[in-house]
């Protein structure tokens, strides 16, 4: 079965620090780009971060850029999301989702997401 | 990076269609193929309806349609189900790499 798991989240407070990961596993993983997307509570889709299968090409939404660090290491099928200088708002959902390796810029499989808490 | 604009609420009675429209720039929606829809019910993860516009993924009921047409792209949801009551979000890829998601639609089945 093709499965993308996070972990990771949790409760941290603001200016602090925090790693999620995603394992994927059923699939190639190294085959595959990847990406990062937030729901905050109540509203709508966020797309963060992207990084191509080879960790060529990474890109990284406005409001996370030099804050937020993607990588992968695809010896352990794993996606990370280093987050630094967390603020209030920085509080979602955050999935990983695979980019569809047959149709560029859509994102076929998604984990459950795992959540993330910025609170003093 | 500004979200595409969707409607915030469409509804419809069983066995109707109804259609959600996605509106951007010319630097994402009207730019490029790269148009994807979708689904969420409430406490999981996206599924993926639509890709490239107007493609379906395999297991996807063919009564979900996309299409596009200068800046705006639509899905089309036809013969409405109770199982179609959920958000749906339209995506795009940008001039800038980025990538925005729409506002969202509620979909609600009278």
């Known amino acids: 079965e093709v499965q993308l798991v996070e972990s990771g989240g949790g409760l941290v407070q603001p200016g602090g620090s925090l790693r999620l990961s995603c394992a994927g596993s059923?699939?190639?993983?190294?085959?595959?780009?990847m990406n990062w997307v937030r729901q905050a509570p109540g509203k709508g889709l966020e797309w963060l971060s992207y990084i191509s299968f080879s960790s060529y090409t990474i890109d990284y939404a406005d409001s996370v850029k030099g804050r937020f660090t993607i990588s992968r290491d695809n010896a352990k099928n794993s996606l990370y999301l280093q987050m630094k200088s967390l603020r209030d708002e920085d509080t979602a959902v955050y999935y990983c989702a695979r980019d569809d390796g047959a149709a560029p810029h859509s994102m076929d499989v998604w984990g459950q997401g795992t959540t993330v808490t910025v609170s003093s | 990076q500004s979200a595409l604009t969707q409607p915030a609420s469409v509804s419809g009675s069983p066995g109707q269609s109804i259609t959600i429209s996605c509106t951007g720039t010319?630097?994402?929606?009207?730019?490029?193929?790269?148009v994807s829809w979708y689904q969420q019910h409430p406490g999981k993860a996206p599924k993926l309806m639509i890709y490239?516009?107007?493609n379906r993924p395999s297991g996807v009921s063919n009564r979900f349609s996309g299409s596009k047409s200068g800046n705006t792209a639509s899905l089309t949801i036809s013969g409405l189900q109770a199982e179609d009551e959920a958000d749906y979000y339209c995506?795009?890829?940008?001039?800038?790499?980025?990538?925005?998601f729409g506002t969202g639609t509620k979909v609600t089945v009278l």
């Open positions: 010319s630097s994402d929606v009207g730019a490029y193929n790269y």
């Open positions: 490239g516009v107007s």
């Open positions: 995506t795009s890829y940008t001039s800038t790499r980025a990538r925005v």
């Open positions: 059923g699939f190639t993983f190294s085959s595959y780009s």
